[in-house]
């Protein structure tokens, strides 16, 4: 990534998707629906993060594995956002995430492919191209087929060496076998914190103790999405409960992601837990209502930032 100097933070997604989003006024399953319009566009949790970055006025390297036969496509959506790509091409095409959305009542489904396998040179070649990598990477998304755990731990200590600030944001065990490299920030929602656990997380705070328990194994930041809740930030000695401004609701795919963003580029700009904590709700907030089919606007994060309510804990 030699000469990319200009971008702050990089982006890292191992199994990138396309979106195909579908909006029904309402799904009946086992029924022929018929939708008015769909969009397909690049995405998965590094590439949204990509995106958000973009809006936010900060450049980043998007890096990580991408079916080779899609390479161009996600360059293509990318470029002109000013995100530099990097991707490390494995063979055949990515994964298609089907994401119906009911415009009544907002309900969303997902279905989840499991993407394009990692070949065994795929990671070697990928921590080649992270020697240059920005100080600051977001490492967000599931894992593709064909990646082992050890592999992925791997990967994130091959990160932190040097003193780089990782984020992540994944599930399941790819969470878990990320946390011995003591990633900077993680940013869990409420029930993939509960599975890290391996407990159920009632109410506020057996979140807030299970946050802290994860600053004990080392994560010096932990945020924690909860839904229209809001977020709970641990910054630091900062111990925030933010809750966004009401919104009409458009879709929450991509609103964990936008919130990771946020919270990237707050820590590229130094920015304290409450402008931090601010920025990440205001950012989530403007993913959720934003306009069908488009992306959210910078003066609405700004707006709805502002609009945010904390509480200090
Ligand atoms: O990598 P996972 O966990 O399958 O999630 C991917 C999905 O998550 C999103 O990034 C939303 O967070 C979608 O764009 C994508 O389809």
């Known amino acids: 990534m030699a000469g990319d100097t ?25 029924e022929v629906n018929r939708a008015a319009a769909t969009e397909l ?48 091409p494995v063979p055949g095409r990515c994964r298609i995430n089907v994401k119906v959305v009911e415009t009544a009542g907002g309900r969303v489904t997902d279905i989840n492919s499991p993407g394009t396998a990692a070949t065994a040179d795929a990671i070697p070649a990928l921590q080649q191209r992270l020697l240059t990598a920005p100080e ?32 992540v944001d994944t599930s399941g065990p790819a969470f878990g076998a990320a946390l011995p490299a003591k990633p900077f920030l993680v940013k869990p929602n409420r029930s993939e914190l509960a599975a890290v656990l391996g407990r159920p997380l009632v109410g506020r705070e057996a979140l807030l103790q299970a946050a802290l328990e994860l600053q004990q194994q080392g994560v010096r930041q932990v945020v924690v999405s909860d839904g229209a809740e ?7 000695d900062a111990r925030l409960w933010v809750r966004p401004p009401p919104v009409p609701l458009t879709t929450t795919v991509g609103a964990g992601d936008a919130m990771v963003a946020g919270l990237a580029a707050a820590l590229a700009r130094g920015h304290d837990a409450e402008a931090a904590a601010r920025l990440a709700t205001g950012c989530a907030a403007a993913a959720v209502s934003r306009p069908a089919s488009a992306l959210p606007a910078a003066a609405e994060i700004t707006r709805l930032a502002a609009a945010a309510h904390i509480e200090r804990l």
Not at 15 to 25: G, M, Q, R
Not at 49 to 70: C, K, R, Y
């Open 6 to 30: 200009l971008a702050r933070i990089g982006t890292v997604s191992l199994n990138p998707a396309f979106d195909l989003t579908i909006p029904l006024e309402r799904l009946e399953p086992g």
């Open 136 to 167: 600051l990477m977001v490492v967000s998304g599931s894992l593709p087929p064909g990646l082992p755990l050890g592999e992925w731990s791997g990967l994130m200590q091959h990160l932190a060496a040097g003193g780089r600030r990782i984020i």
């Open 230 to 236: 809001g977020a709970l930030f641990l910054l630091g």
């Open 41 to 88: 566009r690049p995405a998965g949790k590094g590439i949204n993060v990509s995106v958000m970055l973009s809006i936010l006025g900060e450049p980043s390297v998007a890096t990580g594995l991408l079916g080779a036969e899609d390479v161009a496509a996600f360059e293509a959506f990318l470029r002109p956002m000013g995100v530099i790509c990097r991707f490390e």
